[in-house]
C-alpha cells in the first residue's frame, strides 16, 4: 500500500445494527474509494481498548471502548488518491449536529459517540489501523 493512497475505516456497532451498513458502503463507493480489504468481526474489551488506545486518558475512553465491544462492525481498507483526507471530508464532523449536509455521519449518525464511522485522521494511522484488522495477505491493493 502506497502512503496517501489508502484510509481504514469502521462502520460501528449502532451503523451496523440499524441496517445502515449497505447505505454506508454506498456512499463510499460512490465517491469513488475502491474497498481492498473488508470483513466483519465484533472487538472483544481487550481489542477495543488496544485499537483505542491513543484516548486512554480521555474521559470518553471507558465509554467508546464499551461501544465499540458491544456489537459486530464493519473493518475496511480503502483506496483512493488522497484517500485519508478526502474520506474525513466524506464522513463528516464528529459530531453529527456540526458535521454537513450530504456527510455520511449527518445522514446516519446518532451521536458524538454513536456517529456511524471511523476513518484514519492520518496517513501513519491508517496503516496502523489497518494493520490492526488485516494482515498483508487480505489486502488486494489495485
Not at 441496517?19 to 472487538?43: C, Q, S, W
Not at 483505542?52 to 464499551?66: A, G, S, T
Not at 465499540?68 to 464493519?74: H, Y
Not at 483506496?79 to 463528516?92: C, H, S
Amino acid at each position: 500500500m502506497k502512503k496517501g493512497e489508502f484510509t481504514f475505516t469502521l462502520i460501528k456497532p449502532t451503523a451496523v445494527r440499524l441496517g445502515n451498513l449497505v447505505p454506508i458502503l454506498h456512499e463510499i463507493d460512490l465517491a469513488g474509494f475502491a474497498v481492498i480489504a473488508m470483513k466483519m468481526t465484533r472487538l472483544s474489551r481487550a481489542q477495543a481498548e488496544r485499537f483505542y488506545e491513543i484516548h486512554k486518558e480521555r474521559p470518553f475512553y471507558r465509554d467508546l471502548v464499551e461501544f465499540m465491544s458491544s456489537g459486530p462492525v464493519l473493518a475496511a481498507v480503502l483506496q483512493k488518491e488522497n484517500a485519508v483526507n478526502d474520506f474525513r471530508k466524506l464522513i463528516g464532523n464528529t459530531n453529527p449536529s456540526q458535521a454537513e449536509d450530504g456527510t455520511i455521519r449527518k445522514k446516519f449518525a446518532r451521536s458524538v459517540q454513536e456517529n456511524a464511522i471511523h476513518g484514519s485522521d492520518s496517513d501513519d494511522n491508517a496503516l496502523i489501523e489497518a494493520n490492526f484488522f488485516f494482515s498483508q495477505f487480505e489486502i488486494f491493493s489495485h
